[in-house]
T-cell receptor
Framework: GENVEQHPSTLSVQEGDSAVIKCTYSDSASNYFPWYKQELGKGPQLIIDIRSNVGEKKDQRIAVTLNKTAKHFSLHITETQPEDSAVYFCAASKGNQFYFGTGTSLTVIP | DAGVIQSPRHEVTEMGQEVTLRCKPISGHNSLFWYRQTMMRGLELLIYFNNNVPIDDSGMPEDRFSAKMPNASFSTLKIQPSEPRDSAVYFC???????????FGPGTRLTVT
């Protein structure tokens, strides 16, 4: 089966700085890579995703990059704001089942 | 549009009791997923349905767990009998098809004492 590793487990940044979260996966057949943001007491919310035929995708302050050869993908958040503080999960999928990383707790310090 | 709806939001029960969690997927979505989230194991897929049919239940931990989807707008996850180690947050998610984005509900926090 697929194995997704996520780093770091915790991350603190100053407001306005950038944050980067990295994930690796093991199954080269995985072709869909979503990122979820989970705030305290809420369900995971899809914030951005990328498919294996694309190397990079950007949505305002959030971007995701994918390196299929190295089997890793990353989430980049620029100009961080306090409301970006949450737990972020990456996942890898080849259609039927999502395999989630263990999460990164991001704290943005005002 | 209403998102995925789950009930109850919180459930506290005693060991040995039956627990039923409920989920209403987003209208038009034909795949439904049940997940369990714990600190130790993170997010685990328990079972998923496609067009109301269970496709993969290999994540269901024991026979004490069962799930049904009698129609396209309703699913239940039942634990009978419940045990303290079942304490977790249970999420339901739905998607337009198996390979599309999954949208999660707010979860049910289950505590078994």
């Amino acid at each position: 089966g697929e194995n997704v590793e996520q780093h770091p487990s915790t991350l603190s940044v100053q407001e306005g700085d950038s944050a980067v979260i990295k994930c690796t996966y093991s199954d080269s057949a995985s072709n869909y890579f979503p990122w979820y943001k989970q705030e305290l007491g809420k369900g995971p919310q899809l914030i951005i995703d990328i498919r294996s035929n694309v190397g990079e995708k950007k949505d305002q302050r959030i971007a995701v990059t994918l390196n299929k050869t190295a089997k890793h993908f990353s989430l980049h958040i620029t100009e961080t704001q306090p409301e970006d503080s949450a737990v972020y999960f990456c996942a890898a999928s080849k259609g039927n089942q999502f395999y989630f990383g263990t999460g990164t707790s991001l704290t943005v310090i005002p | 549009d209403a998102g995925v709806i789950q009930s109850p939001r919180h459930e506290v029960t005693e060991m040995g009791q039956e627990v039923t969690l409920r989920c209403k997927p987003i209208s038009g979505h034909n795949s439904l997923f049940w997940y369990r989230q714990t600190m130790m194991r993170g997010l685990e897929l328990l079972i998923y349905f496609n067009n109301n049919v269970p496709i993969d239940d290999s994540g269901m931990p024991e026979d004490r767990f069962s799930a049904k989807m009698p129609n396209a707008s309703f699913s239940t996850l039942k634990i009978q009998p419940s045990e303290p180690r079942d304490s977790a947050v249970y999420f339901c998610a739905s998607s337009r098809d198996r390979a599309y984005e999954q949208y999660f509900g707010p979860g049910t926090r289950l505590t078994v004492t």
